[in-house]
């Protein structure tokens, strides 16, 4: 893991926007897939970033509360699948995109919709919707820190009510990096980005998509672990930079 120091600003004061947008269709595509954006938001004075001449002549404090603005240093997106309304919820996940569609084909049944007997066996019987966290994208900046894992934990256990499993298929989001293109640097990478969320309780089930029950004990006392560690992290950021 890199040197705290390294950071662009204190991890203590990220932070999370979650949204659904209603759009109001009366479809049953609408009925069976949510899709939640989650805007991961860095709390800075902008006296941090630049002298501001248009701050008031009082505003002398870094920690000034009417100045605070949110920077954004990445995002999340996830959907809640009901697979008990609406249509049915493999051919929805298929006209969505291909990453839903391969996550569908692992784990439901095409006549269906529902979960497959194997998947099931998997499961509790806590619920009977699917989530699943699509994708999660830091800055390259906040990268290498576990810091996804510590705000994907949070938007879980936000949406992840009424649902019977948790899905997600770990690998690099962001292809922009000239870093990636030797094969074994990407397989480097993938691997550390999947043992992150394995940390949380995921399991690989099929393929590259990956499995969690919220009845999972691991689960509750992981979130609990990766809070403590933010808290280490930006105490530790504090300690280096003062």
Not at 44 to 68: K, L, Q
Not at 155 to 162: E, N
Not at 190 to 203: C, H, Q, T, Y
Request: proline share 5%; glycine share 6%.
């Amino acid at each position: 893991m890199n040197e705290p120091s390294s950071l662009p600003g204190d991890p203590s004061e990220l932070h999370l926007r979650i949204v659904y947008d209603d759009e109001l269709w009366d479809t049953p595509q609408a009925d069976t897939l949510e899709r939640w954006n989650v805007s991961i938001l860095h709390r800075r004075p902008p006296h941090d970033a630049a002298p501001d001449a248009s701050a008031g002549e009082d505003c002398a404090a870094a920690e000034c509360p009417s100045c605070t603005t949110d920077a954004t240093v990445g995002s999340m997106t996830f959907y809640r699948v009901h697979l008990d309304r609406g249509r049915n919820a493999y051919w929805a996940m298929e006209e969505e995109s291909e990453e839903l569609y391969e996550t569908a084909q692992a784990l439901l049944d095409p006549e269906t919709g529902s979960f497959t007997t194997e998947a099931s066996e998997r499961l509790d019987y806590v619920g009977s919707a699917l989530l699943v966290m699509d994708r999660v994208t830091l800055d390259p900046a906040w990268r290498g820190y576990g810091l996804a894992a510590v705000l994907g934990s949070e938007v879980i256990h936000r949406l992840m009510a009424g649902c019977r499993a948790i899905a997600c298929s770990p690998g690099v989001s962001d292809l922009s990096s000239q870093e990636l293109r030797d094969r074994t640097e990407w397989d480097r990478v993938n691997a550390k980005i999947a043992r992150g969320w394995e940390s949380l309780g995921f399991r690989l089930y099929r393929d590259n998509v990956y499995l969690l029950s919220p009845a999972s004990q691991d689960l509750e006392e992981q979130r609990s672990d990766l809070r403590g560690r933010l808290a280490e992290l930006g105490a530790s950021w504090r300690a280096q930079t003062s």
